[in-house]
Structure formats: structure tokens, C-alpha cells
């Protein structure tokens, strides 16, 4: 990996102190952009994923791009994506060689390429307007039914989970009727469920959930006769999170809908919630996570880290209140905004139906942050204001709609003395004698 970036082994596993100017340890190789493209691919099949050196080979990559064909830029941003390593400079040099490629060139572009793009850059949280532009224009061109009922598919959950469907227009008809095209009894489970996930994840279910019912009735028999050997699958485990997600959110948010569910649909629900799957090992909690969870142990509050509650994973969980924390960093954003991603916007509005109070920590909050007695004051007082606010009742992602009209009028929870936040956070500084801190000879 190193011979590919350029980096000799030797020379990079030698003492910092060693400034004589002595030879390397090996000889250095002058790398061609095509090698290191075949490095990336070889991370890729490795399932290597070290991050630094990911963001230098991305800065090598990226100085290639623009003279790079397109076959070498689906490669370059398949590898990236598929490594869930995000590096937004990279794209936006791939995007504005794509539009420079599809503005001079006049042949159509594959549907699968298209496809495989607008996968990418959906993983990549980046919602670039003039390529996804393009990329409806080359769909148009070519028609709906250029595209493959999988292909429709793949390109609808790119778009939803970009929040990017209006920008379809009426092309997300023509799309979602490709992908249903073969028939709803002849459809895989995982298809049926998927196109149930983007319908839901894109909130046009909310005007159709007849239509998300009777989807719901195609893939309960498949779901009831899967045997134990398919649901220890790759498959078999996705499509099992994936039903465990649609009952969720046709119980807390269709509830109507759920209670008229046939009975074959509420045994498939029934059967996927009781089923036992074989015990992951757990995820160490990541840093931001720890120094959250840090605080309220210094507060005195019970409390969980990665809770699993069916198709979802928490953060941080009180013990002893339906209170949950987000710990939002980068990731969780579209890049260059503060708004959330579609999948986090869902668990948001799933998890304060069932009751749950959510405490959102973003990260452009949490940096800048530095002393941990104003990191503790800032997490006592948007707990306060979680459980306090009204405002905080309904998901933000929703329309906002007056307070005084709404059936949220209630006298709270009663919080004792000590857990009453007294100073507003943005305010607190913490109180210290700078003198303490430097030497007497000073």
C-alpha cells in the first residue's frame, strides 16, 4: 500500500530526530494515476480501511481526475463508496469532470453508469445539483425503460436518501413504475422490501399508504416461509432489518394503517421481531460517543451506549428516562449543510413517536466546546430543553405549525434542584486564575 502511494516503508518507520540527510532505507517508484487507481481497488477488495492514508491517496487521485475518462471515474468513485470513506474534495473534482465529459461528448451514457454514479455520490452524502441535473437529462434522453427494474430501483434509493425526489419530477413515476413493472407476486423479498424502505424514506408513503399496505401483503408470504438457512444469509440479515424498520414505522407512524393490516402481514411482522438472530459482536463506541456518555456518568445519570431497539441503534439511552442522545457528527449531515440525512430524519420521527425524547449534540457545536465544565452545562441544558420544549415534541424535520394549536399542552416533568440547569452554556466560562497555570519564572 505504501509502494503505491509513493512512501518508503523504510524511510517512514525511521526516527523523526534524523536530520543528516542520510539515504532511504528503498528506492521510491513514480506512480501513473491508472496504479493508483488499482491500489484503491485493492483496499477495496482488502476491506482496508485506513482513512489517512485513504484521504492521501485521494489527494493523489484527485490530481488525475480532471484528464480521466469516465470509466475511470465510475472506478474511482465506486471504490470510495463502497469503503464508506468520504471525501468530498474528490467528488466535487469527479462531478466536474463528468460535467466537462457529458458536455462534450454527444453519445448516450449506459443507465447502469448512471446508476452506479448516482449511488456514489448518495453514499457520499453530496448533493450536487448541476451533476444530478445531467444525470436526468441522460435518464430522459434514454428513457425509464432503458433501465432495469433493479437499476430503477438502485436510482430511486440513491435520490430518496439524498432527499433529491422532487428533483425527479415526473421521472420518479416513470422510474417507480419500471421497478414494480415484473408484478408485485413476482418480486424478490429484499426488491419488495427496499421499494417499500424508499417510499418510506422519501416520505411519499405518507399520501400512499394503501399502496404501501398492499406491498406489505406481497412480502409477508415470503417472509413466513424463509427458512433458518436464509435468514443467516447476507440477504436474509438485511432483509430481516428492513422489515423490522417497516414495522416500526407502520406502528407508531401509520397506526391506523398497522391495526387494519391483514392478519397474514401483522404474523410476518410478528415472526421477523421474534426471530433470533445470531449476536453480533458490539461496536466500540466512537470518541464522540465516549466524552457524551463521559458527561452524564459526571452527572450522575444512568444511562446505555448503542442501544439496539430493532432496526435501530442509539447512541446514548437513559436508563431512566424514555430520553435518547444523538450524537450527530459529520456523517450524519449532507455535505456542506446542517441538514440531516434522510435515514436519520426517519429514526428521528420514529423514535419520538414511541414516546422518545431526542437530544441532538451536532458536532459543529461539540467542537467548539473546549472545557469540560462547559461540555457538561451544554448537555444538562439540552436535556433540559428536550423535555422542557415543546417545540422539540415533533421532528424537526417536519413543518413548523403554531404550538397553540396543537394538543401538546401538558405541565412537563418534574426536575429536582440539582438537575436544573443555572447558567446557559453559551455563557458559562469556567472560572480559573491564569497565573496557576504558567511556571513562577515566568
Known amino acids: 500500500f ?6 518508503d516503508p523504510a524511510a517512514a518507520a525511521a526516527e523523526e530526530g534524523d536530520e543528516d540527510g542520510g539515504e532511504a532505507g528503498g528506492d521510491l517508484v513514480d506512480c501513473a ?3 493508483f487507481v488499482l491500489v484503491a481497488e485493492l483496499c477495496a477488495a482488502r476491506r482496508l480501511r485506513d482513512f489517512v492514508s485513504l484521504h492521501e491517496l485521494a489527494d493523489r487521485l484527485a490530481a488525475g481526475v480532471p484528464a480521466a475518462s469516465t470509466d ?6 465506486t471504490v470510495y463508496s463502497t469503503l464508506g470513506a468520504l471525501n468530498p474534495p474528490l467528488f466535487q473534482s469527479i462531478a466536474a469532470a463528468y460535467l466537462s465529459a457529458w458536455g ?18 448518495s453514499v457520499q452524502r453530496l448533493r450536487h445539483e448541476e451533476l444530478f441535473d445531467a444525470v436526468k437529462g441522460r435518464l430522459q434522453a434514454g428513457g425509464a425503460e432503458a433501465a432495469t427494474p433493479e437499476q430503477a430501483l438502485s436510482l430511486l434509493h440513491s435520490h430518496a436518501y439524498l432527499n433529491a425526489g422532487d428533483g425527479l419530477g415526473g421521472l420518479w413515476e416513470q422510474l417507480e413504475e419500471r421497478a414494480r413493472s415484473p408484478g408485485l407476486s413476482k418480486l424478490s423479498p429484499g426488491t419488495l422490501a427496499e421499494l417499500c424502505h424508499v417510499l418510506v424514506l422519501s416520505r411519499r408513503a405518507d ?12 412480502l409477508a408470504d415470503p417472509v413466513l416461509k424463509a427458512d433458518a438457512a436464509f435468514w443467516a444469509s447476507s440477504d436474509g440479515a438485511s432483509l430481516h432489518k428492513r422489515v423490522l424498520l417497516l414495522r416500526s414505522v407502520m406502528r407508531y407512524l401509520y397506526r391506523d394503517t398497522y391495526r387494519a393490516l391483514p392478519a397474514g402481514v401483522a404474523q410476518a411482522f410478528r415472526c421477523a421481531h421474534r426471530l433470533e438472530q445470531p449476536e453480533a459482536a458490539q461496536k466500540p463506541a466512537v470518541n464522540f460517543v465516549r466524552k457524551v456518555s463521559h458527561c452524564l456518568t459526571k452527572m450522575k445519570i444512568g444511562h446505555l451506549v448503542n442501544v439496539e431497539r430493532g432496526a435501530f441503534v442509539f447512541d446514548v439511552m437513559e436508563r431512566d428516562r424514555k430520553l435518547i442522545y444523538e450524537c450527530n457528527h459529520f456523517d450524519r449531515y449532507y455535505v456542506g449543510t446542517t441538514e440531516k440525512i434522510a435515514s436519520m430524519c426517519l429514526q428521528e420521527r420514529v423514535a419520538k413517536a414511541m414516546g422518545y425524547r431526542v437530544v441532538q449534540v451536532p458536532h459543529w457545536h461539540w467542537t467548539r466546546i473546549t472545557h469540560k465544565k462547559q461540555r457538561a452545562s451544554y448537555i444538562r441544558m439540552s436535556r433540559y430543553y428536550a423535555i422542557k420544549d415543546r417545540r422539540e415534541l415533533t421532528p424537526r424535520d417536519d413543518v413548523p405549525t403554531d404550538v397553540t394549536m396543537t394538543e401538546f399542552d401538558f405541565v412537563g416533568e418534574y426536575f429536582f434542584r440539582k438537575e436544573r440547569p443555572s447558567p446557559h452554556w453559551s455563557w458559562f466560562q469556567p472560572r480559573y486564575d491564569y497565573r496557576n ?5 515566568a
Open 104 to 121: 462534450k461528448a454527444s453519445e448516450a451514457v449506459d443507465t447502469e453508469h448512471l446508476t452506479a454514479v448516482a449511488r456514489a455520490f
Open 72 to 77: 475511470v471515474l465510475r472506478r474511482i468513485a
Open 207 to 218: 399520501a400512499r399508504q394503501e399502496e404501501l399496505a398492499a406491498m406489505l401483503e406481497a
Open 2 to 7: 505504501f509502494f503505491g502511494l509513493g512512501v
Open 437 to 441: 497555570r504558567l511556571p513562577a519564572e
Open 33 to 35: 494515476p491508472s496504479d
